[in-house]
């Protein structure tokens, strides 16, 4: 991670079975995760921080989003 340029874009992607909890860290985990936190989602939030990364996912609100696309119509043909 040391040796990536500090004005490129990183994206990591992955399953990682981890439950980050809500408790913001700022600019880096948002207030939109589970209320709960395992082991994994805490060496994410480590890994994260640490590497001045932002788990996006937690700064929406994706349940209402997938909801919102989910009920959109197809168009008919």
Do not use: W
């Not at 082991?39 to 909801?67: I, V």
């Not at 919102?68 to 168009?75: I, K, M, N, T, V």
């Amino acid at each position: 991670m040391d040796k990536i340029p500090k004005k490129k874009n990183i994206i990591l992607a992955g399953d990682f079975n981890g439950r980050i909890g809500n408790q913001p860290i700022p600019e880096c985990i948002g207030t939109y995760g589970e209320q709960v936190m395992n082991h994994s989602g805490a060496a994410l939030r480590d890994f994260c921080a640490f590497n001045k990364l932002k788990k996006t996912n937690s700064f929406s609100n994706t349940k209402t989003y997938t909801n919102l696309l989910g009920r959109q119509e197809r168009p008919s043909h």
